[in-house]
């Protein structure tokens, strides 16, 4: 089976292709107007004949920086009569209590645009007051009028029974064609208004505007001969037809880095590390996750924009921890002369200043450069030429001389803040979770992963880094490894052991028949499907739930001690305590449906030997590594021509086509015969006796 998979990211679009055997690579700058242009660069670079692909697979930020940017369509969101307001109050939480410029998330739909029908359900989903269409159909044409393109509709318990929500729904589709609507209960039929609430007017928002740009990649791929199927990541860890994805966007907010970390799901279970910490970091952000036996934790919930003031998003996502700290990522000073890096981006246009595109602002990468820690020369493969000498005044100019510091002083400044804030995305996904650093190992991909990947080992203390096959493009490879995945939810509130059984049945049937029902349109053959059920349990008298998975539906209706067990275990696992003996409630049940791509060797691709290059012509250049001032004569290598079983000590560049791995003094790295670098990382001696 031949396929494609593209990831769009802020600064580079990446590709990774399996033909006919043979693995094609593409890494070109993002065209941020129309990324439908850098996907077309990418695979034109690739010599790629569509063809000849049975499908193509992708990965967008569009989703989450239309959100992020605030750049979405004029949204509504209709609701129940006397519940406007549930989407601007929120939660009465308060991230920093001590924080007194705290400012609480500012709603993507204003006031003006939230409109009120009257209608009513009680909790049961049984009719108390019948939904008037007229009533709906009057509204419609009153947002039409307004200018509205796209508009949220989330009733009150409809998770319970979306009977009014189909009628409405039904009514703005028929009369307003152009509308782009979104119901509730087609995103996630699970309580919490608030949450349910957020997420369908993140679905709304993004719509129009995604929809738009996937249309038009369609397009251009049909242009181009290509007749196979194309397939979306999701931000759980899977992936859905593009249909799908115009529809419900808003499954696609974290599906690029996503996808790089189950590569490295893949090489853990290879190399055999039971705790890892997958490290991507690119152009824009750097991201961090757990990986556990090879698998990453799915959470069910999820903040665009950060915790304490970003947009709530209730459907699961692989638990990644984000923050705006990529190689374009800007050097600034505050008010009081402090030194600042990111969150802003230099992004692609104009990018980094030695890319020679029109950017003034320093960057990490210009620092990176000047500290020597790249190639001018072997940047892309040699198919892009950076500009040593104009990242030097950059930084000399805006950074250094202000500061009265020298040019390389100011590098290393730029450096170790970056790797300060990258190690805190690091420690949250590993000492917050409960996991010692010291007993795991890092597997650090993207561009700038590996080039920063040892200094944050050395500051958090961990003892092995491992870079992967095609660290630059390994988003785009873990496409290639992603199976299809439909995820499905449904409240049902009970105590265990005294649920009725009837209800429960009933219940999953109808999450049965959806996920039949999505499987048939994506043509997907039901008998490969594998389905996994799951429940959300909690002790009675708390909020928050934690998902078990469920061997068989009629276990939540009879005393089952292993299933109490199991909630006991991983109640202590994640809070430090449990209450044996207490009783539990049942509040959601969930079902996940996965499809393994039938994509043949692709699978061994992370497993398989290496080709070896013919050797080039080993370099020397002075790298900075700790002191400014002393510049150590430092051994430059070509990761392709290395064959498995090599090892060298650092001080050590290693450069491929399109990342650089650094290696500090006494750090170690090895080849496997797989092809991945090894790294043993010299930590500080307090640290090792």
């Known amino acids: 089976m031949n396929l494609i998979g593209v990831d769009i990211g802020g600064t580079f679009t990446d590709l990774v292709g399996y033909r006919e055997g043979e693995l094609v690579l593409a890494k070109t700058l993002t ?13 034109d670079l690739a010599g790629t004949r569509l063809g000849e692909i049975d499908e193509f697979l992708h990965g967008s930020t569009i989703a989450i920086n239309t959100v992020l940017e605030r750049s979405g369509v004029a949204t509504a969101l209709i609701t129940t009569r006397g519940f406007r307001d549930v989407y601007e109050i929120g939660r009465g939480n308060r991230p920093d209590a001590f924080d007194i410029h705290f400012k609480r998330p500012r709603p993507l739909v204003s006031r003006e645009l939230r409109y009120e029908v009257h209608e009513r359900l009680n909790a049961r989903g049984e009719v108390l007051t019948p939904l008037d269409d007229a009533e709906v159909l ?19 318990h409809s998770y319970a029974n979306p009977v009014h929500e189909r009628a409405a729904g039904r009514v703005l589709r028929e009369a307003f064609p152009k509308l782009f609507v979104t119901l509730s209960h087609e995103i996630l039929r699970e309580c919490r208004e608030y949450e349910r609430t957020s997420t369908t007017v993140l679905n709304a928002y993004v719509g129009p505007r995604v929809q738009s740009y996937l249309r038009t990649l369609e397009a251009h791929l049909r242009e181009r001969d290509f007749s196979g199927a194309i397939h979306m990541m999701r931000s759980s860890g899977g992936s859905m037809s593009l249909a799908h994805a115009c529809v419900e966007p ?27 910490i997958g490290f991507d970091m690119g152009g824009t952000t750097a991201k961090a996750t757990l990986i556990t036996d090879g698998e990453m934790s799915i959470e069910e919930g999820y903040y665009i924009g950060g915790y304490a003031t970003g947009q709530p998003m209730q459907l699961p996502v692989v638990a990644i921890v984000e923050v705006g700290t990529g190689g374009g990522s800007i050097a600034w000073r505050d008010g009081s002369g402090g030194l600042h890096v990111g969150p802003q981006s230099a992004g692609s246009a104009p990018g980094p200043v030695c890319y020679g595109r029109g950017g003034a602002e320093p960057t990490i990468t210009d620092a990176n450069l000047v500290l020597g820690r790249l190639n001018a020369g072997r940047f892309l493969d040699g198919g892009m030429a950076l500009d040593a000498p104009g990242a030097e005044r950059a930084i000399a100019s805006r950074v250094g001389e202000p500061m009265g510091l020298t040019t390389a002083e100011a590098a290393m400044g730029i450096v170790r803040i970056a790797d300060s804030a990258m190690a805190l995305a690091v420690r949250a996904v590993s000492v917050r979770k409960g996991v010692d650093p010291r007993e795991a190992a890092m597997i650090a991909f993207g561009g700038a992963g590996p080039v920063h990947a040892a200094s944050l080992c050395k500051e958090i203390y ?21 199976p299809w995945r439909h995820d499905l939810v449904r409240t049902l509130v009970g105590t265990l052991g005294q649920i009725d059984s009837q209800a429960v049945a009933d219940a999953f049937e109808e999450l049965r028949t959806a996920a039949r029902k999505q499987l048939a349109g994506d043509e997907l053959d039901e008998a490969a499907a594998l389905f996994e059920f799951g429940v959300d349990l909690r002790y009675r008298g708390q909020e928050h739930s934690i998902t078990v998975p469920l061997a068989a539906p009629d276990a939540l209706s009879h005393t089952n001690t292993d299933m109490r067990r199991r909630f006991d275990e991983l109640h202590d696992k994640r809070y430090g305590h449990s209450a044996v003996g207490e009783i539990i409630e049942v509040v959601n049940l969930r079902l996940t449906v996965t499809v393994e791509r039938a994509s043949g060797s692709v699978d061994n691709l992370l497993g398989a030997a290496p080709e070896v290059e013919a050797p080039r012509a080993e370099q020397t250049r002075d790298v900075i590594f700790d002191d400014p001032a002393r510049p150590l004569p430092t051994r430059i290598l070509w990761r392709p021509s290395l064959a498995p079983g090599f090892t060298v000590e650092g001080p050590a560049i290693i450069e491929e086509p399109h990342s650089t791995t650094v290696l500090f003094p006494g750090d170690v790295a090895r080849v496997t015969e797989h092809g991945h670098i090894v790294v043993a990382i010299k930590l500080p001696e307090e640290q090792t006796q």
């Open 138 to 156: 009057a509204l419609g044409e009153q947002l039409v009028a307004a200018g509205v393109e796209s508009v949220a509709v989330c009733f009150l």
């Open 250 to 276: 808003v499954s696609m907010m974290e599906s690029g880095p996503v996808a790089g970390m189950i590569g490295a799901g893949h090489v853990a279970r290879l190399l055999g590390l039971r705790q890892a």
């Open 31 to 43: 065209t941020p107007a129309n990324p439908t242009e850098g996907v077309a660069h990418a695979l």
């Open 462 to 482: 961990i003892p092995t880094l491992v870079i992967p096959k095609l660290p630059g493009n390994f988003s785009a490879l873990g496409m290639l490894l992603a």
